[in-house]
């Protein structure tokens, strides 16, 4: 059993709106993508390199959006991979491109496609509701996409006499289903990164710290979630930061969103939520893009999203009702 470990927490103190002038390469990338006529978005856990060059940095249902309604030849997309789909999904003229191929997700991994029509086609009268952290072919198998953001307003819009199937995070699911009271199915899977944290460690943490709230992603267990003062998406953890009094807070997701935080918000320091044996969490997967193979994406124009156009039409139409009934 892993035990709790002595450890300064890291925490982003306020730079008072200053940056770092871009680097070198940072100016290059900024160049390759006026030549290429790209749009560069990025998910709130990259890196701050990616973040401070990208034309919009947020969460999976903001950058559905920008996706959706970019004009750019090119769009780079600084995510992972089913992120990168989801962009080639809603805009299927432009080209998409992904820093790293490599860069999955899993809990992504963990519903795949076939499994999930198998189970359909044992039980054929469910709604399925798929988080949008799922591959093309599992949103092909869905009747809505939902996000962190707004997962509670998607299940209310499910007809009552429908029974859902929540795939792929049951976290997140059991979450949705305590807040809007609907029963669902939940599919057995998880984000490796978020189920690392405990509330041992948030509790040990919070002696040093005994005034900061705890802001967490619904993404955690339950008994992370119910320690937490707020549980939300990582777009809304934006606004819960800026409106909270104190200046101390504790982020309980994956720490690339500290960057997104200490610029907007100057003035507070945010605390990485712990696990037992680290005082922050990354997503390997998020991590395995840089800015040198954004440079050498935007350069050589790969690799590139592609995808059979089957799936695409069929994944398209889950994802635009989610996007309607987000508005």
Not at 9 to 28: F, H, R, V
Not at 88 to 109: E, Q, R
Not at 130 to 152: E, F, P, Q, R
Request: charged fraction near 25%.
């Amino acid at each position: 059993m892993a035990t709790t470990l002595d450890y300064e927490p890291i925490t982003l103190p306020s730079l008072d709106g200053q940056e770092a002038p871009l680097s070198a390469i940072q100016e290059e990338i900024l160049r390759l993508k006026k030549e290429r006529n790209a749009v560069i978005l990025a998910h709130n856990y990259q890196i701050d390199a990616i973040q401070r060059v990208a034309d919009y940095v947020g969460d999976s249902l903001g950058l559905s959006y920008r996706a959706a309604e970019a004009d750019a030849d090119v769009i780079v997309f600084c995510g992972v991979h089913f992120m990168a789909e989801t962009a080639k999904i809603v805009n299927p003229t432009k080209t998409v491109i992904l820093p790293d191929m490599d860069a999955g997700c899993s809990l992504s991994d963990s519903c795949p496609a076939e499994k999930l029509a198998a189970y359909k086609e044992a039980n054929p009268n469910l709604y399925v509701v798929a988080y949008i952290n799922c591959s093309a072919g599992v949103k092909a198998l869905s009747d809505v996409i939902c996000t962190s953001g707004n997962a509670m307003k998607i299940v209310e819009h499910v007809p009552a006499d429908r029974e859902i199937l929540f795939v792929p995070d049951q976290n997140l699911g059991q979450w949705v289903a305590k807040q809007t009271g609907r029963e669902m199915r939940l599919w057995p899977g998880s984000c490796y990164a978020h189920v690392l944290f405990s509330v041992r460690a948030l509790e040990k943490l919070r002696t040093q710290f005994p005034d900061a709230p705890v802001v967490a992603h619904p993404e955690c267990v339950e008994a992370v979630r119910d320690f937490a003062d707020e549980v939300c998406s990582t777009e809304k953890m934006i606004h819960y930061c800026k409106d909270h009094p104190s200046r101390e807070i504790i982020v309980v997701t994956e720490t690339g969103m500290l960057n997104r935080l200490r610029r907007e918000i100057p003035g507070k320091v945010f605390i990485a939520g712990p696990t037992d044996n680290c005082a922050c969490n990354d997503c390997r997967y998020m991590k395995m893009n840089t800015v040198e193979k954004l440079r050498d994406c935007l350069r050589d124009l790969s690799p590139e999203i592609t995808m059979d156009e089957d799936i695409r039409a069929a994944a398209y139409h889950p994802i635009k009702r989610m996007l309607d009934w987000s508005r």
